[in-house]
Nanobody, 119 residues
Framework: QVQLVESGGGLVQPGGSLSLSCAAS????????MAWFRQAPGKEREFVAAINKSGGVTNYRDSVKGRFTISRDNAKNTLYLQMNSLKPEDTAVYYC????????????WGQGTQVTVSS
């Protein structure tokens, strides 16, 4: 069973950048497909980006394509989300998630890190 801990959130001005990290422990990191989700106040949690076990395949929600980049360092057991050209609508709590199979839902979740985009 994997444990996930996010870090790197904070306050940033519109147009700025922020990098999130998710440290995994307790299990073999390369056994897991990984993803980032986010939840804004009063809204449902939504998918942001995902990456396969090797890091060679990624996909994104349309609204972040070209601005966000998901990556993983399997040697460091860490997932990343580089966020550029941030907009106020990107404000949310960001969660990393893990699952062992591609067809089922994500089973493991971190505690979340707050990202606020405001001037």
């Amino acid at each position: 069973q994997v444990q996930l801990v996010e870090s790197g959130g904070g306050l940033v001005q519109p147009g700025g950048s922020l990098s999130l990290s998710c440290a995994a422990s307790g299990s073999i990191f390369t056994n897991y497909y990984m993803a980032w989700f986010r939840q804004a106040p009063g809204k449902e949690r939504e998918f942001v980006a995902a990456i396969n076990k090797s890091g060679g395949v990624t996909n994104y929600r349309d609204s972040v394509k070209g601005r966000f980049t998901i990556s993983r360092d399997n040697a460091k057991n860490t997932l990343y989300l580089q966020m550029n050209s941030l907009k106020p609508e990107d404000t949310a709590v960001y969660y990393c998630a893990a699952k062992e199979t591609p067809i089922f839902k994500y089973d493991y979740w971190g505690q979340g890190t707050q990202v606020t985009v405001s001037s």
